[in-house]
């Protein structure tokens, strides 16, 4: 199957790498377009695919396209490529609803998806976003093409805001919680990067631990904590300060903005 890159950034590279890694696709398989020269050879160098100077010649060898152009780049991007090829087009650009897509895209397949920061390191987490014109086939196609790089799940596009807010935004609330962590380690003497890594591999390995369990989140707080033991007073400490209320606040904020910009 012939894959192509219109847009290659940081997040259609993480796909890229993860397809390669996983044996979903083959190197001659992969192509991409850059208009700058040097940048076209250095991506070509380092991922061991062809590159092209206009999106056009992507788009006619491609079976499948991973759209992963900016926002306001996409329908001057589309309107400039003769769209009789008609390729699966999958979107991985941030705000752009299946309306408009369907606007943009001369009659063309297309799925939406929203994938994560944590692509980057296959540990990602993509939604598929739903329509009722979606083929069992291409969902099927797409789900497997992005267990490269991580988890998928299918939603409505009615969901995505708090998709956006717990996926796409919180490994900034993540990243803020590791460093906490490592920064209230160091008050007690241990240095900043042994504390840093312990949190984080604390973290990773806990989120590990919630998806293979069968059991809810709360539930193994419970056996974490023993009656009378230090995690107890950690856990009553941060009912105290309302910490999941602060979480919840951040989100409903998250959820507002998203809501904001989608108008």
């Known amino acids: 199957m012939k894959i192509g890159f219109i847009g290659f950034g940081n997040m259609a590279q993480a796909i890229a790498t993860g397809l390669l890694e996983k044996n979903i696709a083959k190197s001659e398989d992969l192509s991409f377009s850059n208009r700058t020269a040097s940048k076209r050879l250095e991506l070509e160098t380092s991922f061991g695919i062809k590159g092209f100077s206009d999106n056009q010649a992507v788009w006619d060898r491609s079976e499948v396209i ?9 329908e001057a991007v589309l309107n400039d490529i003769d769209q009789t090829h008609a390729p699966l087009i999958i979107s991985v650009v941030a705000g752009i609803t299946n309306h408009q897509l369907t606007q943009f895209l001369n009659g063309s397949s297309f799925v939406r998806t929203m994938p994560n920061l944590n692509a980057q390191v296959g540990e990602g987490i993509t939604a598929i976003i ?34 956006i807010a717990i ?10 919680f590791i460093d906490t962590l490592a ?6 003497g241990l240095p900043k990067d042994k504390a840093t890594k312990i949190a984080a591999q604390a973290v990773l390995g806990s989120g590990k631990t919630v998806l293979k369990s069968q059991e809810s989140p709360w539930t193994l707080v419970d056996k974490v904590s023993s009656p009378g033991g230090i995690t ?32």
Do not use: T
């Open 183 to 188: 920064r209230a380690a160091v008050k007690y």
């Open 66 to 74: 991973f759209l992963a152009v900016k926002p306001y780049q996409v």
């Open 232 to 263: 107890v007073e950690g856990i009553l400490s941060l009912l105290q300060s309302d910490f999941s209320a602060s979480i919840i606040q951040s989100v409903d904020a998250m959820v507002d903005k998203n809501d904001e910009m989608s108008k």
């Open 130 to 163: 739903e329509r009722e014109s979606l083929e069992e086939h291409h969902l099927e196609m797409v789900s497997k093409l992005f267990s490269a790089v991580g988890e998928v799940v299918v939603l409505p596009e009615s969901q995505l805001g708090a998709f």
């Open 167 to 176: 996926a796409g935004s919180s490994p900034a609330l993540v990243f803020m």
